[in-house]
């Protein structure tokens, strides 16, 4: 009876000791898959970065784009008003365009904001402007230049 206890005492620990041993192999694995996934993580995020990062520069050329036609919109062709009446605000309207004044005799004052780009539209600011502006009797144009 002692022979078998011991030869299952025996078992016993053989068996313990095969399962620390694929625990260990399991650790192992499981470390080398941890490192296998952060080091894809951060070449998914590195990708993601320099798509974030050429988009946000392609926006920047836009908005730089815009500006630019902003300021040179009175001396494009087809700008209906003499470039000399024209007073550059920004915002949160583009110009206000003194219709005459430079030949002596002021005939209206006009409101234009400028805008460019194939998608352009009045920010909120812009709107409420508009919409005052119209319903106080003021002219108010709003001037569409490129499709970029």
């Known amino acids: 009876?002692?022979?078998?206890?011991?030869?299952?005492?025996?078992?016993?620990?053989?068996?313990?000791?095969i399962l620390l041993l694929k625990e260990k192999e399991l650790r192992q694995k499981l470390s080398t898959l941890r490192v296998e996934v952060l080091e894809?993580?951060?070449l998914v995020i590195k990708q993601k970065e320099k798509e974030l990062r050429k988009d946000a520069?392609?926006?920047?050329?836009?908005?730089?784009k815009g500006k630019v036609a902003e300021q040179i919109a009175p001396y494009l062709p087809g700008f209906?008003?003499?470039?000399?009446?024209?007073?550059?605000?920004?915002?949160?309207?583009d110009f206000v365009?003194?219709?005459?004044?430079?030949?002596?005799?002021?005939?209206?004052?006009?409101?234009?904001?400028?805008?460019?780009?194939?998608?352009?539209?009045?920010?909120?600011?812009e709107r409420e402007v508009k919409d005052i502006l119209?319903?106080?009797g003021a002219k108010y144009e709003l001037i569409k230049t490129g499709q970029t």
């Open 1 to 17: 009876m002692s022979w078998i206890l011991v030869g299952l005492i025996f078992f016993l620990v053989l068996w313990l000791v």
């Open 134 to 136: 119209e319903l106080k």
């Open 97 to 125: 365009v003194f219709d005459g004044l430079a030949a002596g005799r002021l005939n209206q004052v006009v409101f234009i904001e400028i805008k460019s780009g194939k998608y352009a539209r009045l920010t909120h600011r």
């Open 80 to 93: 209906k008003y003499d470039p000399r009446d024209c007073r550059f605000l920004g915002s949160p309207v």
């Open 57 to 64: 520069v392609r926006r920047s050329h836009s908005v730089i």
């Open 40 to 42: 894809e993580a951060a």
